[in-house]
């Protein structure tokens, strides 16, 4: 029978599964060898291709399969295992044999009275186990002993409250079965479960927040009223009240000035002119023929030109934009001039013919 065997040293039994790296050889032995023989025969093998000196059957785990026989890996530790291992392998032509040993990695334990070694790990692990449960069973317990014992309070609480602002319906108009009614005034305010509840978690954290016939500084009791005001909260009644006082209590301080020393700081802003004032002055200076000028003598357009020597391209600007006389020419403005295209030159002699021309009257 030929044996495939597959070592696994201690070292690589120490590393990761998929970084195991088996050194591999044979064996050939036949199938009549008793299991001492087949043992010693292993041991040797592991001893040659490990380099090991001292070594015992004990230290390694030894499994085998054949291929198309039996391919779950069987247990090859006793007479009996062996014997199940000839049987299955004498089935085949050439029996082959897979076999695979694997170092047993040595667990540190503590020594007894009669010095030999047991492995502590399993009693150490599971005693920090049973340790750390009872831990969080104890924390989880206390937690809950706490929690109850508080939600005790605070429903006796609860309890107390209702007793105490217990109203009665024949004279409440809002129909509730609880009311809180302010010393101050007759009205009602309804107690929901949620402001007994608030009411009583004030009150277990002390009789300074909260007590039988004082409701807490909580928001839910900002709307109980005195008539029509509102009956704030203490923390927020003395915020107003700290304000007020800082707001009445700031200087105010009056300067009286004499008229002449105001006056004087802030002289008198000069009246803008009107716009139709400023647009009447500007059109009164763009004009050829002021205002205030008396015009000259009746002529037509040819004659105006002749007289007073204007040229033939002025008079043809003036025809064309329908200028028949003296008597239309005279309300013509500068900006016009040069809206028709007059030159610069152009309008000085306009100027001039139109000077004259009021000269001669």
């Not at 070694?117 to 692990?125: A, L, P, T, W």
């Not at 059109?283 to 000028?293: G, H, I, K, Q, R």
């Not at 200028?323 to 500068?334: A, K, L, Q």
Request: charged share 20%.
């Amino acid at each position: 029978v030929t044996y495939y065997l597959a070592l696994f040293s201690e070292a690589e039994m120490k590393k990761t599964m998929k970084q195991w790296k088996a050194s591999n050889t044979f064996l050939q032995l036949k199938p009549d060898f008793e299991w001492d023989m087949v043992k010693a025969q292993l041991l040797m093998k592991i001893t040659q291709t490990l380099q090991l000196k001292l070594i015992d059957f004990s230290d390694y785990d030894f499994t085998w399969n054949i291929p198309h026989q039996q391919s779950s890996q069987m247990q090859l530790q006793m007479d009996n295992d062996y014997k199940f291992l000839i049987a299955h392998a004498l089935k085949m032509k050439e029996p082959t044999v897979n076999v695979k040993i694997e170092a047993r990695v040595a667990k540190k334990g503590k020594k007894n009275d009669s010095g030999t070694e047991h492995d502590m790990s399993d009693n150490s692990s599971n005693s920090d186990s049973d340790t750390s449960r009872d831990m969080k069973h104890k924390s989880k317990d206390s937690k809950k002993s706490k929690e109850t014992m508080l939600n005790k309070d605070i429903e006796e609480k609860i309890k107390l409250l209702c007793n105490c602002w217990e109203c009665s319906k024949a004279v409440c108009m809002s129909g509730s079965m609880h009311c809180f009614i302010h010393p101050e005034s007759p009205e009602h305010f309804t107690l929901s479960h949620n402001h007994l509840a608030i009411w009583a978690a004030a009150w277990q954290c002390g009789p300074q927040f909260a007590d039988l016939e004082r409701p807490p500084n909580h928001m839910k009791f900002n709307d109980f009223c005195v008539g029509q005001a509102v009956n704030s909260a203490p923390l927020l009644q003395q915020h107003m009240a700290e304000h007020s006082q800082a707001v009445s209590t700031a200087p105010i301080i009056n300067f009286n000035l004499l008229p002449k020393l105001f006056n004087a700081l802030h002289p008198p802003t000069a009246k803008p002119a009107s716009p139709v004032q400023s647009i009447s002055s500007a059109a009164t200076v763009d004009l050829l023929l002021p205002e205030s000028a008396m015009p000259g003598p009746c002529l037509s357009l040819s004659e105006f030109c002749t007289v007073y020597s204007l040229s033939e391209n002025i008079h043809k600007k003036l025809d064309d934009n329908r200028y028949t006389g003296s008597n239309t020419i005279s309300y013509i403005c500068v900006s016009e001039l040069k809206e028709m295209g007059f030159k610069h030159g152009e309008i000085v002699a306009m100027k001039d013919a139109v000077r004259r021309w009021m000269a001669s009257n």
